[in-house]
């Protein structure tokens, strides 16, 4: 998994093909205070999407957002 940065670390559980393993940390600043657990629902070009109480937060480490990405991606596919 690739590193992020030490602001706000918050323990989840991640999931790996439908099966949970064992819980990571992963950083989350600017996302404030987040209940727990923190479910990690993809890694997308090194963007964390999270989703806690059924809401997406995005954390974004390199400038491409997930949506602009997977946007990128489905373009591709297309032509």
């Keep these: 998994m690739a590193s992020t940065?030490?602001?706000?670390?918050?323990?989840?559980?991640?999931?790996?093909?439908g099966k949970a393993i064992k819980p990571r940390t992963l950083s989350?600043?600017?996302l404030?205070?987040?209940p727990m657990p923190v479910?990690?629902?993809a890694m997308v070009n090194?963007?964390?999407v999270v989703?806690?109480?059924?809401r997406?937060?995005?954390r974004v480490v390199n400038r491409m957002t997930a949506r602009e990405h997977?946007?990128?991606?489905?373009?591709?596919?297309?032509?």
């Design 46 to 48: 090194m963007v964390f």
């Design 51 to 54: 989703e806690v109480e059924r």
């Design 39 to 41: 479910m990690v629902v």
């Design 5 to 17: 940065p030490p602001l706000g670390v918050y323990t989840h559980y991640s999931t790996v093909g």
């Design 70 to 79: 997977w946007n990128h991606k489905r373009q591709k596919q297309e032509t």
């Design 28 to 30: 989350l600043p600017k």
């Design 56 to 58: 997406i937060y995005e």
């Design 32 to 34: 404030g205070q987040l």
